[in-house]
DNA sequence: ATTATATAGGACACCGGTTACACATCAAAA
DNA sequence: TTTTGATGTGTAACCGGTGTCCTATATAAT
């Protein structure tokens, strides 16, 4: 929070300097058709000699308009949510927005308090990625607001608003039923926290991939762990305890994924040879690691271009029906499987 | 850009709720010592019960303040990007600063426009992660502003400003000295463009290198490429067609060097076995690539978070000396090498 | 009782634009 | 000649806050 007495260059200046009034400079700025060619030329040049800078804020100010939108995610470091990121800009730019960024690291006080930031900055919506459990004030909060607003990755239960995500369930259904035709019965699920609504899908896709093929799911061979490559580790670490260790292990994401890998070579271990792995979200290192990594596609650039355009729409008619989309998920088997 | 009829609620009328005027009003969301407790606490209950939130943007525009930084990066998709980011995030975000972000990919003009962009919008300052090579003309456009604006990563040469990064020139030569010392005489530079300063700062090294050891550099063992995995992957394949290939390559950075080792592995042939490889930046994903890669660390999060007090310290006094920070490099020794 | 000094709160202009509306000018239509 | 209408520009209020200055009341000091 900074004062700064800015020799800014107001329109005021500028339409004395070209002997006009500061409405006929408005008017020129916005291009209105109605301003003859010798006047608007005249202003222009005052503008370029001045160094004028429009003021997006005043203006904004007084048109009740907004030309910002937030977006908030959980973590940069995930180069699921840089992906993502990178749709939303590419399609919100084109549509002349600027985006305020901010992060949330999982937790819900954080997204609080980033949500109340960005309305106090007045942006015209948001994208948001909400944290794994919201809290009911949170929900509350949101509802009252009655902002633009488009939830992705994940959804929000009981908050109706438009949505962008993928099909887990069949993505996971498509992981697991790969495996079992591969041979493996002995399935570990390792990764994220049970009481997630991320998880709870994924563990559906899970649990149907197995009824189908008549195989019962061992609930032993659950092991949860924050979404790290650290958790990941570690998640492995506990399933090889067990009696009668997997053949293969599905993992929450591609990042724990990488953290099961790398510890198994630590331990000697083969990926794709003594164990099956398989990741969930295809992120761009998933094609070069090594073993390249058995995952589903997750199209999180998609979600980003999808999420940006629902938002777009709903900024123009804000009582429209609520949208949701959902993507198919894409199986890409590589190496580690 | 859009219109949004908001049925926000104004200071105004939570005074008229609360039976103050807007002035009073006013002074209680600043907390200001001067007023009673009482009417205080009674402006706090309007506040809540009528949903208030506070408009920062039209408090700046008043106060000649500004809340928000911009930061301007080339490319989410690297990760030394987003750890960068993931710096200035966490230091500004404690001084109640909100970020605008964008991303130039490189591109002048795109960079041009976003300072634009982001003046428009009041920014308080701006952190700048400089495109290649810079037009004239926008460098001019800086110094005119007169913007409190810290560049990092990359110098802008001319540009007279407070600037982060680290010695690159140092860096490339412990990396190179590293592979001499490993025995190594014919060490090829892959990646990068030679036009930009980063690659002029890193072929320096290079030679110091070289000099200090008492070998020559061989010119023939240069090959350019963009600064991406696919990049890293095609200079591989130049530098083997040479009629006496290299036996250890220096990348530009870690996204070369993964393309590289990526590529090696194609080829059939062993990363730090039938050829070292170094990189540079120290990405979190080089210490769990197969081979884990030797590379020089570039601390990309403490430029971040350098650089966001940086701007900090100008934004409260933009007359102040410039300031340049130059972190030491240190270089990680993996298999790859 | 009178003056001095805080203290609490109000009135009003202002930040840099936009907008509704009024007004002047000039050409074509009646 | 008067009316009509289109075109181009000015006037003043307004968006939602902040800053400056001023007044009313209470308390303390003389």
């Known amino acids: 929070m900074a004062k700064k007495k800015s020799g800014r260059v107001t329109l005021q200046q500028v339409a004395d300097h070209a002997g006009v009034s500061r409405a006929t400079a408005s008017l ?115 509802r009252q607001w009655n902002i633009p607003i488009v939830t992705a990755v994940r959804e929000i239960p009981d908050l109706h608003c438009d949505y962008v995500g993928i099909d887990y369930e069949k993505g ?47 609930d032993s061979l659950i092991f949860q762990s924050a979404v790290t490559r650290e958790g990941g580790s570690k998640a492995l670490d506990e399933s090889l305890k067990h009696a009668e260790p997997p053949t293969a292990v599905f993992c929450f994401n591609d990042l724990v994924a990488f953290g099961v890998m790398q510890r198994m070579r630590e331990l000697g271990l083969k990926p794709g040879e003594d164990m099956s792995v398989v990741g969930f979200d295809n992120v761009l290192e998933a094609a070069t690691f090594y073993p390249p990594l058995t995952t589903v596609e ?6 980003g271009i999808n999420a940006a355009s629902l938002l777009h729409e709903r900024i123009k008619d804000n009582s429209r029906e609520e949208q949701r989309i959902i993507l198919e998920p894409e199986l890409f088997v590589r190496e580690s499987s």
Request: aromatic share 8%.
């Open 172 to 218: 996971v259904e498509m992981a697991i039923t790969h495996l079992i035709e591969k041979g493996h019965n002995r399935i570990a699920f390792l990764g994220g926290l049970s009481d997630s609504s991320a998880w709870k899908k994924r563990f559906e896709g899970f649990v149907n991939a197995h009824e189908k093929a008549g195989l019962s799911v061992d």
């Open 298 to 303: 997750a199209f999180p650039k998609h979600i």
């Open 28 to 142: 020129i700025v916005r291009n209105s058709p109605s301003i003859s060619d010798a006047t608007k030329k005249k202003v222009q040049e005052s503008m370029k000699e001045l160094g004028y800078v429009y003021d997006r804020v005043a203006a904004n100010l007084r048109s009740q308009s907004s030309s910002t939108i937030g977006l908030i995610i959980t973590d940069i470091a995930n180069p699921y949510y840089s992906e993502l990121l990178t749709g939303v800009h590419q399609k919100l730019e084109e549509e002349g927005y600027t985006v305020f960024l901010g992060t949330t690291f999982d937790s819900d006080a954080k997204q609080d308090k980033l949500l109340s930031t960005m309305l106090e900055h007045r942006v015209g919506g948001v994208i948001l990625c909400p944290v794994s459990d919201n809290s009911p004030a949170t929900i509350e909060r949101i």
